[in-house]
């Protein structure tokens, strides 16, 4: 069955359709401004240290997803205390400089969804696809994020600890047991996204 297109119709009638943030911010700065975010992003597997989830990937990542991030942590819309202390410290060119620099080459579809998706994936595929890479570029990738990091970022909004709009509709249809599967298939999903060190001296994720 087709979900995308009756979803994405009831959600900009509900909401609006989305507001393009237009990351077209320049990579070369953004290179030399983001030696702050590799402290934590470009580290295989680094952990927040509380509460304990693994760091959010961000090579590959939507670098209009990424502005929205930056300017959703600089506004208090995303709550975390060293994100929201960085963001706060720029402006918006500088944010979208360093979102240029982490997106690098975007993701795309290498072949079928790898494993069947959970029931609550049906309300995701419209905005994040079957696949985990979003139709939009203000819809964040979800394919090869950590497991951990998906279902922390799920209950943030589940909890209003993130605030959208948009999210918060889809969020509190599904339910706190869906969680640990939504993630867990989103996380399995190809190609997927790397550290930000990969992007910086590779050029692209593996």
Do not use: W
Request: proline share 6%; charged share 20%.
């Amino acid at each position: 069955m087709n979900y995308r297109s009756p979803l994405l119709a009831f959600l900009i009638l509900a909401f609006g359709a989305p507001v393009l943030a237009h990351a077209e911010g320049d990579a070369a700065r953004g290179k030399t401004l983001a030696y702050t975010c590799h402290g934590c992003h470009g580290i295989e597997n680094y952990k927040n240290a509380y509460p304990t989830y693994s760091v959010p990937k961000l090579g590959g990542q939507n670098a209009a997803y990424l502005l929205a991030a930056l300017k959703g942590y600089a506004s208090g819309e995303r709550v975390h205390s060293t994100m929201t202390a960085h963001a706060a410290s720029m402006n918006d060119a500088q944010r979208a400089d360093i979102a240029a620099f982490l997106a690098g080459p975007p993701a795309r579809k290498t072949g079928p969804a790898i494993g069947a998706p959970p029931a609550a994936a049906a309300i995701c595929v419209s905005c994040h696809g079957a696949d985990g890479v979003g139709i939009l570029p203000d819809y964040p990738i979800l394919a090869g994020q950590h497991q951990d990091y998906l279902e922390r970022a799920l209950r943030d909004y589940k909890a209003g600890k993130r605030k959208n709009a948009v999210m918060a509709g889809i969020i509190a249809g599904v339910k706190e047991a869906d969680i640990p599967a939504l993630a867990s298939f989103f996380a399995r999903q190809k190609p997927a996204m790397c550290a930000t060190d990969k992007i910086r001296d590779q050029g692209k994720c593996q």
